[in-house]
């Protein structure tokens, strides 16, 4: 239930709402939005028609049901965007994030000539896996704590933010203490346990879409998170299984949109995993943002033909610095000066008009 209240509600007003809230068995989630308070009861067993009984209550507007089973990812909660801030990026405040970097951390001369290209063609912040999931148990599996390490070097010289996923319940602490933000990965969005784990963290979460999950799953995946007390939550859309097989996997772009239409948490969109296929980044990049994602999430690696995981549907360094080209985006500073250019970062969202007719 959400409760409204009026424009001049005072803060006493809005005490005994919570207040009621909590005694009726509900937990109360307030958001003072730029206009007006708005108010959810949040829970399962509480005395609903108490709730209701609130529209008479001094300082109430109205009291309205949340038709979606998810409630505090919900729109109808909130209805101004959520920004996610990330090592002082911020996903979701209108400029487009990149993030890019390796599907695996595999050394340190891999790393950080792939940061370093990442930085110098304007990215974001920077990806790696240190813990991977692999469909065979006979792959790559990831260096663990040593590309975790690595991970934290390579941001301190480049100055991007850490993006890696944590694959189990046991790794949280230690991935959290060199990440700037955990990755779910697709094969553990219903991994329920881990969720309510993640919840407790204070570090932001980027949480892709399960290959076989429902828009509603993923919503309701990302309500363990906010349940929990973890609000800084962030949704990846990386591609769906369908019959297709010319492509890795479906990128469900109307996904992007509908996430937005009903969530106010920031979407960002991997056509890397969405696709399977290098020459599929860029178009699909450039329909992601057309249709409203905040980000995108794209694998970079020096020497894709020698990478340890996902080499076909990983950018060489100058092809990603031809797509942030495509997207509008200067590059840094740094190159920039380097050339002897002009001293000005990138971050606007391309211009659609020009992307579309790329
Ligand atoms: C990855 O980001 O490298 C990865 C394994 O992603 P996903 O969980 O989407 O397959
Ligand atoms: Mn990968």
């Known amino acids: 239930m959400i409760i409204n209240m009026s424009a001049n509600a005072t803060t006493q007003e809005i005490q005994h709402i919570v207040d009621r809230i909590e ?33 008479a209550a001094p300082g109430v507007d109205d009291v309205i049901q949340i038709t979606h089973p998810f409630k505090l990812v919900s729109r109808q909660l909130r209805q101004q965007c959520t920004v996610v801030e990330v090592a002082g990026v911020k996903i979701g405040g209108g400029e487009l994030v990149v993030i890019a970097g390796p599907c695996s951390v595999e050394s340190p001369e891999q790393l950080n000539e792939t940061a370093e290209a990442v930085k110098a063609a304007g990215g974001n912040l920077l990806r790696g896996g240190a813990y991977k999931p692999r469909t065979s148990p006979y792959d790559f599996q990831g260096l663990g704590v040593e590309a975790l390490r690595l991970l934290r070097g390579a941001s301190e ?6 993006v890696t ?4 319940e046991a790794d949280v602490e230690i991935v959290a203490e060199y990440a700037d933000m955990l990755q ?13 784990k993640l919840a407790k963290e204070t570090k932001p979460i ?23 007390g973890n609000p800084n ?21 109307a996904a992007v949109a509908l996430a937005k239409e009903l969530s106010h948490l920031p979407v960002v ?11 599929l980044i860029a178009p699909m990049s450039r329909a992601a943002v057309a249709a409203g994602a905040d980000g995108l999430i794209v694998e970079v690696h020096p020497c894709p033909e020698r990478a340890l995981s996902d080499g076909p549907q990983s950018l060489d360094l100058a092809g990603f610095a031809d797509l942030m080209r495509r997207l509008g985006r200067e590059p840094s500073p740094v190159s920039r000066a380097n050339r002897g250019g002009l001293n000005l970062v990138g971050g606007l ?10």
């Not at 779910?184 to 309510?196: C, E, H, I, P």
Request: charged fraction near 25%; glycine fraction near 12%; aromatic fraction near 4%.
């Open 23 to 55: 005694e009726c068995g509900y937990q109360a989630h307030v958001i003072h939005g730029t206009e007006r308070t708005v108010i959810g009861a949040v829970g399962s067993n509480g005395r609903r028609s108490e709730i209701e009984a609130l529209r």
């Open 157 to 162: 010289k480049t100055g991007l933010g850490v």
């Open 165 to 168: 996923e944590v694959m189990s």
């Open 184 to 196: 779910v990965g697709a094969r553990n969005m219903q991994n329920f346990s881990l969720l309510r």
């Open 206 to 228: 980027l949480l892709k879409r399960g290959p076989s999950a429902t828009i509603k799953e993923w919503l309701l995946a990302a309500e363990y998170l906010l349940a929990g």
């Open 233 to 253: 939550v962030v949704l990846c859309e990386r591609g769906i299984k369908t019959f297709e097989t010319a492509t890795r996997n479906t990128l469900d772009l």
């Open 269 to 279: 969109a991997d056509p890397s995993h969405g696709t399977g296929m290098r020459s």
């Open 349 to 358: 969202r391309g211009d659609l008009k020009e992307l579309a007719a790329d």
